[in-house]
């Protein structure tokens, strides 16, 4: 049974409610409940009875959640255990929010690999999915873009990058020094993957501003957005350090100012690892130069 359905079974279960179990899973109502469909044809069996007021465990359900919970412990030991050798022959896995390049992640890993004994495994994936992996200590460190779950993480603050409009070179509004979010209605929108937190960041600033963005196209390349948005095929809000040097788009300041914070965050419940602890302690003595 894959992983993903065990985990999305179990909070449903626990929250008996689609909507929360979407929020602590980051991901989107459809997708949780195709997950729940497909456990279920395979199963073959009903495991959740549906109202229009509640969710609740079915008979099978009852018999199924007392295994899933055995199941999902047990993967979290095994990650445990292999996380733990790992480290133990001085070797981390580093994740990372995709933009490793343009946040300059890469040279800090990099030179550390460099000056230290230690072999480090990079992992590039969305935020929400690095805190997963963390959460089940599949990860020693991860860099992440606004840290949802501070309770269970540590957090050592990395950069701050603020947003701004990406358009093209000739658009109407590439003159301005400044423009406000409600100013972008009507236009088409090219973003970052869907359900990400950069994507849902931008719906939700439109949608405050008063309008549900036209979204035409995404896409987890910052390159191809910012191609496409140079061809005029639609403007984008990207985090300025994102945008980099090109002749076709302008970036234009998004006002009043909207910034994220990238934090390095590891586990606050064990002990760390001699392996750890040196790239903690170089962390903290190499942090960036440069802020966005």
Do not use: W
């Amino acid at each position: 049974m894959f992983p993903e359905y065990i985990e999305t079974f179990l909070a449903l279960a626990t929250s008996k409610n689609y909507t929360q179990a979407a929020d602590r899973l980051y991901i989107s109502q459809s997708s949780l409940t195709k997950r729940i469909q497909k456990l279920e044809s395979l199963m073959g069996v009903q495991l959740f009875k549906r109202t229009t007021k509640s969710v609740e465990l079915t008979f099978y359900g009852e018999i199924y959640a007392d295994y899933a919970h055995q199941i999902n412990n047990l993967q979290i030991e095994c990650n445990r255990k292999i996380n733990t050798a790992l480290t133990q022959n001085k070797n981390l896995i580093i994740g990372s929010i995709p933009s490793i390049g343009q946040y300059e992640i890469i040279d800090l890993i990099s030179d550390f690999i460099k000056i230290s004994d230690i072999h480090c495994q990079i992992i590039t994936r969305p935020s929400g999915k690095l805190e997963d992996l963390l959460r089940t200590h599949q990860l020693d460190f991860a860099f992440i873009r606004e840290v949802k779950n501070t309770q269970l993480f540590k957090k050592v603050p990395y950069t701050t990058d603020h947003m701004v409009a990406v358009l093209p070179k000739h658009h109407r509004l590439a003159n301005k020094k400044q423009l406000s979010i409600s100013m972008l209605n009507n236009e088409n929108f090219l973003l970052p993957p869907l359900e990400s937190r950069p994507y849902n960041l931008c719906v939700s600033l439109c949608e405050h501003a008063g309008f549900k963005p036209n979204v035409v196209y995404t896409d987890s390349q910052m390159e191809n957005i910012i191609d496409f948005v140079g061809t005029g095929m639609g403007i984008s809000l990207l985090m300025s350090k994102l945008v980099g040097n090109s002749k076709n788009v302008v970036s234009v300041p998004i006002k009043p100012e909207i910034t994220t914070d990238i934090d390095v965050c590891y586990r606050d419940d064990a002990e760390l690892s001699d392996a750890q602890n040196h790239f903690l302690n170089y962390f903290k003595h190499n942090e960036p130069k440069f802020q966005a």
